[in-house]
C-alpha cells in the first residue's frame, strides 16, 4: 500500500530552477533509502539522485553539482532541488522507494515502489 506522488514540475528556461516534491505514504521515508529517476520519450531510464538510510546522497554525473536531493521524515516527504537546468533535464521525473524485491537496482538502493511522475521541460 505504498504510494508516492511527485509534484513540482513545470516549464522553464535554461539556467531556471525548479524544486520538485515527493510525498509518501504508507511507508517511513527515513527507514530505507530513496531516489529520483527520469526519463526523456524515446530514451531509457536513468538514476538522477539517490539519498541513503543513513543520509549520505549519490548523484549521477550529469546533474552533480546541480542538483540536490533531500527528505523531511517528519513530513515524510522526499525533494529535489534542481538549480541551473538544462535543455537535457527535460523529462518525466519519477520519485521510487526501496522494496524488498529490488527489481531496480541503482547506487546501492534497490527500489520497488514508483509514483506516476511530474514533467519537467526546460526550454533553451
Known amino acids: 500500500q505504498v504510494q508516492l506522488v511527485e509534484s513540482g514540475g513545470g516549464s522553464v528556461q535554461a539556467g531556471g530552477s525548479l524544486r520538485l516534491f515527493c510525498a509518501a505514504s504508507?511507508?517511513?521515508?527515513?527507514?530505507?533509502?530513496m531516489g529520483w529517476f527520469r526519463q526523456a520519450p524515446g530514451k531509457e531510464r536513468e538514476g538522477v539522485a539517490v539519498i541513503s538510510r543513513d543520509g549520505s546522497t549519490r548523484y549521477a554525473d550529469s546533474v552533480k553539482g546541480r542538483f540536490t536531493i533531500s527528505r523531511d521524515n517528519a513530513k515524510n516527504t522526499l525533494y529535489l532541488q534542481m538549480n541551473s537546468l538544462k535543455p537535457e533535464d527535460t523529462a518525466m521525473y519519477y520519485c521510487?522507494?526501496?522494496?524488498?524485491?529490488?527489481?531496480?537496482?541503482?547506487?546501492?538502493?534497490?527500489?520497488?515502489?514508483w509514483g506516476q511522475g511530474t514533467q519537467v521541460a526546460v526550454s533553451s
Open positions: 521510487a522507494a526501496f522494496g524488498i524485491y529490488g527489481r531496480t537496482f541503482w547506487m546501492d538502493c534497490q527500489f520497488d515502489y
Open positions: 504508507g511507508y517511513s521515508s527515513s527507514s530505507h533509502c
